[in-house]
């Protein structure tokens, strides 16, 4: 680990003082936090990340290292993505000494293998407040004096950076899972996998028509919906069907669009693993796992939708239905990973609209 000088700073001209970790590089991005205590390794590679300068609350990161690489239905086993998907990573304090019995490297270690720059030595508690009182934003870590000017990652379409480009095929189960990859975790496949499936992964701009399934699946990415214009067609004209569709996260969001309703950017948004949330059907809470910047709007969703899940710190929208079709979204992860899993039941759910509805065709 190097010990040059580093500092962070924000759009508004807060400046925040430290020593470099990682790869020794100034970088970009959004600037955002996350309050999760533990899943490092699984939050840096979330493609949800792209683009930001991610602020772990925690006050101490890196004392477990970083897991093997084994892989498992040909995706990295404790990852999320093939590589760190954020711009920079913001700690409080970095401890270079590591253990843990899967433990293979160093977080610096890692980091500098995907040319990843830290910052440690911040004051994150104070970071977090100026974030959640003034909102996300722009920011860059400068190393040593390499200066450079911010860039805002959200005019981009992220997803298209961060998506697999080509059609992929994993498993060989019962049911047939059309997942349209914007950024997807290797979690939710794994989840799906494990319902006897067969899940068949396309780009965000494919044509789905020219595919056969039982169940559509649109996953989490990272950025504004709105930046997906091709994707948000092709699931107004999958609406026409009555196959079984589950959106997560931006998924969520896409559905959204893709129904007339519109979505909005949050002012810090929701990236913890300690959200609650109320199942406005059951009338039950979950803690869940969150990671977005973005919100649907409740008010906007049109009389054959309903809110299905809301948050119950600031009541945003959680999730929608639709009051006849077998489509419904969540804006948590119920994949989860790292943690919790209260509502992995859901993917049981989807999996039982799925079975419901092919049994109504063969009947």
């Excluded at 019962?174 to 499936?197: A, E, P, Q, S």
């Excluded at 996953?219 to 009555?242: H, M, R, V, W, Y």
């Excluded at 054959?304 to 899940?309: G, R």
């Amino acid at each position: 680990m190097n010990n040059k000088k580093a500092v962070l700073i924000l759009e508004d001209g807060s400046r925040f003082e430290g020593a470099s970790f990682g790869y020794d590089q100034s970088v970009a991005g959004e600037v955002v936090f996350n309050t999760a205590m533990t899943g490092y390794p699984e939050s840096l590679t979330d493609p949800s990340y792209r683009g930001q300068i991610l602020v772990a609350t925690y006050p101490i990161v890196g004392n477990y290292g970083v897991p093997m690489k084994g892989e498992e239905d040909r995706m990295l086993k404790f990852y999320e993505s093939d590589k760190i998907q954020v711009s920079g990573f913001v700690v409080s304090y970095y401890s270079q000494d590591y253990s843990h019995w899967n433990a293979d490297k160093s977080l610096d270690q890692w980091m500098k293998e995907n040319k990843i720059p830290g910052i440690s030595g911040i004051d994150t508690r104070a970071l977090t407040k100026v974030l959640r009182e003034k909102g996300s934003m722009l920011g860059k870590i400068v190393v040593e004096d390499q200066d450079l000017v911010l860039d805002d990652p959200n005019q981009r379409n992220l997803v298209a950076e961060v998506c697999h480009s080509h059609r992929e095929v994993y498993g060989s189960g019962k049911y047939r899972i059309l997942l349209v990859d914007c950024g997807v975790k290797n979690n939710i496949i794994r989840h799906l996998l494990k319902r006897d499936t067969t899940v068949i992964r396309v780009p965000w701009d494919w044509d789905l028509s020219q595919e056969e399934y039982d169940g559509l699946f649109i996953s989490n990415g990272p950025g504004d919906p709105k930046k997906c214009d091709i994707t948000i067609q092709n699931l107004a004209l999958a609406f026409e069907n009555d196959q079984p569709i589950f959106g997560i996260c931006l998924g969520n969001q896409l559905m959204s669009l893709a129904s007339g309703a519109d979505t909005y950017k949050l002012k810090y948004g929701h990236r913890s693993h300690n959200q609650p949330v109320l199942h406005l059907g059951n009338n039950r809470a979950y803690i869940t796992s969150q990671n977005h910047g973005f919100a649907v709007d409740n008010k906007s969703l049109g009389t054959d939708w309903e809110p299905l899940f809301i948050n119950l710190n600031d009541q945003t929208n959680e999730g929608f239905r639709h009051k006849t079709k077998p489509f419904f979204s969540t804006q948590f992860h119920p994949e989860a990973s790292s943690g919790p899993t209260d509502t992995e039941f859901l993917f049981d759910e989807f999996i039982e609209l799925i079975e419901k509805s092919k049994n109504s065709k063969n009947s």
